[in-house]
């Protein structure tokens, strides 16, 4: 199992971005996937979710609104489209499998990870 992040950068507040999460190894259309992410001195977090089919999706409360994650299974990719960003979005952000094709269950398998900073 692979997960591989990329579309991290710097960008101004305000300003949009959108994170790819490629999968390999595994059969990508079967599993639920969620992105999480990690500032300096914190807990990693919860940021969103959305099931094997893409019909169910879930969002942390600080996100909500403003960023939209959706899936592309015929390209083995998950994104997330980040828009309105905020300084305090600023993070590592990573992308993992889920362990069942809804949003529940276990999340063993993490990518690398992609820096995304939010500042003027």
């Known amino acids: 199992v692979q997960l591989v992040e990329s579309g991290g950068g710097l960008v101004q507040p305000g300003g949009s971005l959108r994170l790819s999460c490629v999968g390999s190894g595994f059969i990508f259309g079967n599993y639920a996937i969620r992105w999480y992410r990690q500032a300096p001195g914190k807990e990693r977090a919860l940021v969103a979710g959305?099931?094997?089919?893409?019909?169910?999706?879930d969002y942390a409360d600080s996100v909500q609104g403003r960023f939209t994650i959706s899936r592309e299974n015929d390209k083995n990719t998950v994104y997330l489209q980040m828009n309105s960003l905020r300084p305090e979005d600023t993070a590592m952000y990573y992308c993992a499998k889920g362990s069942r094709p809804v949003l529940g269950g276990s999340y063993a398998s993490w990518g690398q990870g992609t820096q995304v900073t939010v500042s003027s």
């Open positions: 959305i099931s094997s089919g893409g019909g169910l999706t």
